[in-house]
């Protein structure tokens, strides 16, 4: 869904213990290069870029944020919640870190998250949709992370 230059996104925030703290639509500057397609269809209308900034500020402030590559770390919240946040790390390096660099998704080639969770041994998400991705990065973060 493209309206000049803007595509509807899914945002979601789950916390440490796997709550969904906040799962919005919101139209975005367009990412295609980044991430391709929007979803074709929404239950709801997206919130305005302006609404969602302030409620990811709110949800982003003091907290650190666990994304999955750098590209997506931040890259696609507005400004202001990624300022907010305490800070931005990515489960694919900390992954990397524990595993080996170039043990999963071949030499140079960045380690998808549905590789990661194979090489782990942790379930696939259910779906594509941004709750079920979230959960997953959580799920392999900890995985990464465990002593």
Do not use: N
């Amino acid at each position: 869904m493209s309206t000049s230059g803007y595509h509807v996104l899914q945002y979601a925030f789950v916390d440490s213990r796997g709550e969904v703290v906040m799962s919005a639509y919101t139209h975005a500057p367009s990412p295609v290069a980044l991430i391709g397609s929007a979803p074709a269809k929404v239950g709801a209308e997206p919130l305005s870029p302006e609404a969602f900034e302030r409620m990811a500020t709110q949800i982003c402030a003091g907290a650190r944020l666990i994304g999955f590559h750098k590209r997506l770390q931040g890259g696609l919240l507005p400004e202001r919640a990624r300022r907010a946040a305490a800070g931005l790390q990515c489960a694919a390096q900390t992954f990397e870190k524990r595993v080996g660099r170039g043990e999963v998704g071949g030499r140079g080639e960045a380690p998808s998250l549905a590789a990661c969770l194979e090489h782990a041994g942790l379930p696939q998400p259910a779906s594509d949709d941004a709750e079920a991705q979230a959960l997953a990065v959580r799920d392999l973060w900890r995985w990464a992370t465990a002593a």
